[in-house]
């Protein structure tokens, strides 16, 4: 007995158009370069979350950082999240 072609066609229309926006999304994204000076920066991060206004007041800086190890059972195979974020927003009247 054949299949009908149109559950297939929409199935196949639907896994084609995602396969077909990751390909065009991996075309835009540019290649990246490693500054280590950025790197030793994160680094240095302290663990979680700080925010500091300076005494100029158009500025304002925060800090985040999470780290943890995961284990399966108790001396199971591990992992080690380090995630850091610095960020900075400056408001300027031009």
């Known amino acids: 007995m054949p299949l009908p072609l149109a559950p297939v066609a929409a199935v196949a229309a639907k896994y084609g158009a995602v396969a077909l926006a990751g390909y065009m999304l991996a075309r835009r994204v540019r290649r990246g370069h490693l500054d280590q000076r950025a790197e030793d920066?994160?680094?240095r991060?302290?663990?979680g979350m700080t925010a500091l206004r300076?005494?100029?007041?158009?500025?304002?800086n925060a800090t985040?950082?999470?780290?943890r190890v995961i284990r399966l059972g108790v001396d199971g195979p591990g992992i080690e999240i380090d995630a850091a974020a610095l960020?900075?927003?400056?408001?300027r009247r031009v």
């Open 54 to 60: 300076p005494g100029d007041r158009d500025q304002a």
């Open 64 to 67: 985040a950082r999470f780290r």
């Open 45 to 47: 991060v302290p663990e």
């Open 41 to 43: 920066a994160l680094d």
């Open 87 to 91: 960020g900075r927003i400056r408001v």
